[in-house]
């Protein structure tokens, strides 16, 4: 992952604390942030931040700027899996309400 992945990633470990309830994990070329195993959000490359949210919620989100369906290879993923721009988490602010979207999708609270 480059610098700008690495960076996303110490925002990312800063504002959800790995520990307790989150575990941190490299997987498929993301640092990956995850709950009880289930992949809440991911730092990849570029500073993108790929987001797990549930199916219904992710064809609205995926309408706003900045966000669009994770793409892993050559794979389109489905619209439970976005990937959000650095300029829509360009702030802690702005991140962390995308930290928040993904934990109130979080498959374990459903």
Partial sequence: MDASGEELADRVR???G???DVEEKRMFGTRAFLIDGHILVGARSGGV???RVLEENGAALVTRPGVATAVM???TMGT???DVSPE???D???LME???IAREDSPLLH
């Fill in 18 to 20: 790995v520990g307790d």
């Fill in 92 to 94: 802690d602010e702005l």
């Fill in 14 to 16: 800063a504002l959800l």
């Fill in 49 to 51: 931040l790929l987001v």
């Fill in 80 to 82: 439970g899996w976005l």
């Fill in 88 to 90: 829509a988490t360009a």
């Fill in 73 to 75: 290879g050559p794979r």
């Fill in 98 to 100: 995308w930290l928040d």
